[in-house]
């Protein structure tokens, strides 16, 4: 018998290695507590968060708990059932409301993980004989969309405008269309073009769907992500999102103007054939996102954190991946995966947890500290992380 | 452009990407033999789409493992 994991093997030898220099394994923390959306226990130690997606700090809003406990005493612990046959609840209808809402747009839909949306979205509405022209540095999950649909996968150079622009005029005549983009691209924090590749898009006779995941709550005016900063939101076919980054719960979601758009209700696999969210996390998501449409104080809050923490880190000597703040996304580059693993764990050691991003999540092969920033975070702390990046850095000899 | 001219500016294409100087043969495999990842395979199929004006969707590129079948694919594409 002939072992089907063999194929792991180069991975966990990998892997062993890394733990054999010591270092504590990465990709095994446990929160002990949550203290808030900026503090938890780790290893019994108190550590300060900049490595979660709780960009709006809502996950410990009064008004979001209030909300969850209440639907959980009214409508039980969960529905037990697919959206189109017993898992519509109240607050399901009632968080597609707010999402309506929230960006200005006639429909929404509202899946059980802003994976899946992707998933069903793009595997849905792009079949045999049409084409996705996407960016190479997209999302696992509209990876993952267009390998279960069937329609031609083109991918470009990351947010190279031309490059796009070439591959959709060799699309032959007739052929439909679907340009996938993202507006906050979470590896490096950089964020897309959006005006002008749409608008080469929409020239092209493409339907465009943006990912505005790392965006929502935070990047525009009304906090609708990049599209809407940039003043073509309108020409947005398709918007996905998620309730599990600002929001502060879980849940994916797409939101359109498309007149048939209802249609995907019935036809989309990935929205049918699996049980809708629970009532108590689609009354935190719909509390939560009728909250953020007043979110401009936290807003400039967060922008100011994003601010202040790259420049201390570039002032510092840190490679980052972005050569200005571009969203709540930070990523210092490490120089290999033996470094980064150390500088990590010598930053856990000082009390910050930060995300480790490795291939083949990144993009070229780059070993990334992924800091994200919440607006909860106080001007205090953000000194302290910058102090904590310091002596970490001089301690492995990164700065 | 026949075979033999476009397998020679194919051949052309390939020699930036072959940082080892391996021989080119019909049988020659991108990811065996050259030893490509995918992100040398993502430029080297954009200067092949440019220089031929095609298109080698995803799709397509996974049946493409060897020179021969590269060049095979291109004089198909181009029609």
């Given at each position: 018998?002939?072992?089907?994991?063999?194929k792991?093997?180069?991975?966990?030898?990998?892997?062993?290695?890394?733990?054999?220099?010591?270092?504590?394994?990465?990709?095994?923390?446990?929160?002990?507590?949550?203290?808030?959306?900026?503090?938890?226990?780790?290893?019994?130690?108190?550590?300060?968060?900049?490595?979660?997606?709780?960009?709006?700090?809502?996950?410990?809003?009064?008004?979001?708990?209030?909300?969850?406990?209440?639907?959980?005493?009214?409508?039980?612990?969960?529905?037990?059932?697919?959206?189109?046959?017993?898992?519509?609840?109240a607050?399901?209808?009632?968080?597609?409301?707010?999402?309506?809402?929230?960006?200005?747009?006639?429909?929404?839909?509202?899946?059980?993980?802003?994976?899946?949306?992707?998933?069903?979205?793009?595997?849905?509405?792009?079949?045999?004989?049409?084409?996705?022209?996407?960016?190479?540095?997209?999302?696992?999950?509209?990876?993952?969309?267009?390998?279960?649909?069937?329609?031609?996968?083109?991918?470009f150079?990351?947010?190279?405008?031309?490059?796009?622009?070439?591959?959709?005029?060799?699309?032959?005549?007739?052929?439909?269309?679907?340009?996938?983009?993202?507006?906050?691209?979470?590896?490096?924090?950089?964020i897309?073009p959006?005006?002008?590749?749409?608008?080469?898009?929409?020239?092209?006779?493409?339907?465009?769907?943006?990912?505005?995941?790392?965006?929502?709550?935070?990047?525009g005016?009304?906090?609708?992500?990049?599209?809407?900063?940039?003043?073509?939101?309108?020409?947005?076919?398709?918007?996905?999102?998620?309730?599990?980054?600002?929001?502060?719960?879980?849940?994916?979601?797409?939101?359109?103007?498309?007149?048939?758009?209802?249609?995907?209700?019935?036809?989309?696999?990935?929205?049918?054939?699996?049980?809708?969210?629970?009532?108590?996390?689609?009354?935190?998501?719909?509390?939560?996102?009728?909250?953020?449409?007043?979110?401009?104080?936290?807003?400039?809050?967060?922008?100011?954190?994003?601010?202040?923490?790259?420049?201390?880190?570039?002032?510092?000597?840190?490679?980052?991946?972005?050569?200005?703040?571009?969203?709540?996304?930070?990523?210092?580059?490490?120089?290999?995966?033996?470094?980064?693993?150390?500088?990590?764990?010598?930053?856990?050691?000082?009390?910050?947890?930060?995300?480790?991003?490795?291939?083949?999540?990144?993009?070229?092969?780059?070993?990334?500290?992924?800091?994200?920033l919440?607006?909860?975070?106080?001007a205090?702390?953000?000194?302290?992380?910058?102090?904590?990046?310091?002596?970490?850095?001089?301690a492995?000899?990164?700065? | 452009?026949?075979?033999?001219?476009?397998?020679?500016?194919?051949?052309?294409?390939?020699?930036?990407?072959?940082?080892?100087?391996?021989?080119?043969?019909?049988?020659?495999?991108?990811?065996?033999?050259?030893?490509?990842?995918?992100?040398?395979?993502?430029?080297?199929?954009?200067?092949?789409?440019?220089?031929?004006?095609?298109?080698?969707?995803?799709?397509?590129?996974?049946?493409?493992?060897?020179?021969?079948?590269?060049?095979?694919?291109?004089?198909?594409?181009?029609g």
């Open positions: 018998m002939s072992d089907l994991f063999s792991f093997d180069p991975l966990i030898q990998q892997r062993q290695a890394l733990l054999d220099t010591g270092v504590t394994d990465p990709f095994g923390l446990v929160m002990e507590r949550v203290i808030s959306p900026t503090v938890a226990v780790c290893s019994g130690r108190e550590t300060i968060l900049l490595g979660t997606y709780n960009y709006m700090g809502m996950t410990f809003d009064p008004d979001v708990i209030a909300a969850g406990k209440q639907a959980l005493d009214d409508f039980g612990a969960g529905t037990t059932g697919s959206r189109v046959l017993n898992g519509t609840y607050g399901h209808r009632a968080v597609e409301e707010a999402l309506k809402d929230f960006y200005a747009m006639d429909h929404a839909m509202v899946f059980s993980t802003g994976y899946q949306a992707n998933l069903g979205i793009i595997s849905t509405i792009a079949g045999k004989g049409d084409y996705i022209v996407l960016d190479i540095d997209s999302h696992a999950s509209i990876w993952d969309g267009c390998k279960m649909g069937d329609a031609e996968v083109v991918p150079k990351h947010n190279d405008i031309e490059a796009m622009e070439k591959r959709l005029k060799r699309i032959p005549e007739g052929a439909g269309k679907l340009v996938v983009l993202e507006g906050v691209y979470s590896m490096l924090g950089d897309a959006l005006k002008e590749m749409i608008r080469v898009a929409k020239e092209n006779g493409a339907m465009v769907l943006v990912d505005e995941a790392h965006s929502m709550g935070f990047i005016p009304n906090g609708r992500g990049v599209a809407e900063d940039q003043g073509c939101l309108d020409d947005v076919d398709f918007v996905i999102g998620t309730f599990s980054k600002s929001v502060g719960t879980v849940g994916g979601f797409c939101v359109s103007n498309h007149p048939k758009f209802e249609i995907l209700r019935l036809v989309c696999r990935p929205y049918v054939f699996t049980a809708s969210l629970p009532p108590s996390v689609v009354a935190t998501a719909a509390t939560s996102i009728r909250k953020l449409m007043h979110g401009e104080a936290k807003r400039a809050h967060l922008w100011e954190n994003s601010r202040t923490l790259h420049k201390g880190l570039r002032d510092l000597g840190f490679k980052l991946g972005t050569p200005e703040p571009q969203s709540a996304i930070i990523a210092v580059i490490m120089p290999d995966l033996e470094r980064g693993a150390g500088m990590w764990e010598a930053l856990l050691n000082e009390g910050l947890y930060v995300n480790l991003a490795r291939p083949p999540a990144t993009p070229a092969g780059m070993t990334l500290l992924r800091c994200s919440c607006a909860e975070h106080s205090e702390q953000v000194q302290t992380i910058i102090g904590m990046f310091e002596r970490a850095g001089k492995v000899g990164i700065i | 452009m026949d075979r033999a001219e476009t397998a020679a500016r194919i051949a052309e294409l390939i020699d930036p990407f072959n940082k080892k100087g391996i021989e080119i043969t019909d049988n020659t495999s991108f990811a065996g033999d050259l030893e490509w990842d995918s992100l040398t395979v993502m430029d080297f199929v954009a200067a092949i789409e440019d220089e031929f004006d095609i298109i080698i969707s995803m799709n397509q590129q996974a049946e493409i493992e060897t020179y021969g079948q590269l060049v095979d694919a291109v004089i198909k594409l181009q």
